[in-house]
């Protein structure tokens, strides 16, 4: 397995083919404002301005030989949207990980929203060590919780908007 970094350029050829892939095999667990979000991305986002300028945002592609097998996407440390798709004849193999992983260490912060009910994508944010700080009702009703990875000098936010008490 591969892992690029898109440049701007690549994500200008590469934008629709990513948002059919994330359609096609995000088996209808992709928020409708994250699928957005990817749509509105503007290249200029992905440029990367040196060691100690994050980029706002990242996509990651994962190809077996010229194949994609998965991608993700953040913007915004994952504020703005989150997401990774991995192709159903590749996952369990550490793909998804690896992807998250690049994500990481590309935007040095990262925050996604995990439906409960998705225990594959839990099961990678745990594994990468990634914090989760709070549960809220996703986009489409279900108990969500928010993971962070913080950084050394970054605090995780306690609350989402839509907060569950306990």
Same mark, same amino acid.
Request: with cysteine.
């Given at each position: 397995m591969e892992l690029e970094l898109l440049t701007p350029e690549a994500w200008v050829l590469e934008q629709k083919r990513l948002i059919?892939? %994330? +359609?096609?095999?995000?088996d209808k667990r992709l928020a409708v404002s994250t699928i957005h979000a990817l749509r509105k991305l503007d290249a200029a986002e992905l440029i990367d !301005?040196?060691?100690?300028?994050?980029? $706002?945002?990242v996509v990651v592609v994962a190809?077996?030989?010229?194949? +994609?097998?998965?991608?993700?996407?953040?913007?915004g440390n994952g504020e703005d949207g989150c997401m990774v798709v991995v192709h159903p !004849? %590749? @996952?369990?193999?550490?793909?998804?990980? %690896?992807?998250v992983q690049? /994500?990481?260490?590309?935007?040095? $912060?990262?925050?996604?929203?995990?439906?409960?009910?998705?225990?594959a994508s839990m099961a990678i944010c745990f594994r990468l060590g990634m914090t989760a700080?709070? /549960? $809220?009702?996703?986009?489409?009703?279900?108990p969500t919780l @928010?993971? !962070?990875?913080?950084?050394?000098n970054g605090t995780a936010r306690p609350?989402?908007?839509d907060f569950v008490p306990q």
């Open positions: 059919g892939y %994330a +359609i096609r095999f995000g !301005e040196g060691p100690n300028q994050p980029c $706002h945002a190809k077996q030989g010229s194949r +994609i097998s998965g991608f993700g996407f953040a913007s !004849e %590749a @996952r369990s193999l550490g793909i998804g990980s %690896a992807i690049a /994500m990481i260490d590309r935007i040095g $912060h990262l925050t996604c929203n995990v439906a409960t009910d998705n225990t700080v709070s /549960m $809220h009702r996703g986009p489409t009703g279900k @928010r993971f !962070e990875r913080r950084t050394s609350r989402h908007s």
